[in-house]
């Protein structure tokens, strides 16, 4: 979403969520090489801009995640142009399927975990190290 779209959205008092691994994350996990069928795996790392936002806006962050959704779909491993090209669309370019063959997600167990809200102070212009403390 463009920072515009997010900062109406918030000022309207609206609830966003936001995926921060973004498309990246979509290419992570199995099958891609190096990566186990049974484990999850999440993108955060330099992934801040959520933070940022939060703190500009003075808005609270409430953690989600959840367990199993990444076997709700199977997926081929393309070549890592398409992660590239991916980015640079904003688009995914995925090769899934679930049940039946179709985009009809498998049955499987999910687990939301929900932390409690963190309370973001309003900061106007906030440094490296305030984002990095939330």
Same mark, same amino acid.
């Given at each position: 979403? *463009?920072p515009?779209? %997010?900062? *109406?959205?918030l000022s309207?008092k609206?609830s966003?969520? $936001?995926?921060?691994?973004? +498309?990246r994350? $979509?290419?992570?996990?199995?099958?891609?090489?190096?990566? &186990?069928p049974?484990?999850?795996?999440?993108l955060?790392?330099?992934?801040s801009?959520f933070?940022?936002?939060? &703190?500009?806006?003075g808005?609270?962050l409430?953690?989600?995640?959840?367990?199993?959704?990444?076997k709700?779909? *199977?997926?081929?491993?393309?070549?890592?142009?398409?992660?590239? &090209?991916?980015?640079?669309l #904003?688009?995914s370019?995925?090769l899934?399927?679930?049940r039946?063959?179709?985009p009809?997600?498998? #049955?499987?167990?999910? &687990?939301?975990? %929900?932390g409690?809200? $963190?309370?973001?102070p #309003? +900061?106007s212009?906030?440094t490296?190290?305030?984002v990095?403390?939330f």
């Amino acid at each position: 979403a *463009k920072p515009q779209s %997010i900062t *109406k959205a918030l000022s309207d008092k609206k609830s966003l969520v $936001i995926s921060p691994g973004g +498309i990246r994350e $979509i290419f992570w996990g199995y099958p891609r090489p190096g990566c &186990l069928p049974n484990f999850e795996y999440v993108l955060l790392k330099n992934r801040s801009g959520f933070v940022r936002k939060a &703190l500009e806006e003075g808005v609270p962050l409430v953690p989600v995640y959840v367990f199993g959704n990444s076997k709700t779909f *199977k997926r081929v491993q393309l070549p890592k142009f398409f992660e590239s &090209l991916s980015q640079r669309l #904003k688009v995914s370019i995925v090769l899934f399927w679930g049940r039946f063959g179709l985009p009809v997600p498998f #049955k499987v167990p999910l &687990l939301f975990a %929900i932390g409690g809200p $963190i309370e973001i102070p #309003k +900061i106007s212009n906030p440094t490296d190290e305030q984002v990095k403390v939330f």
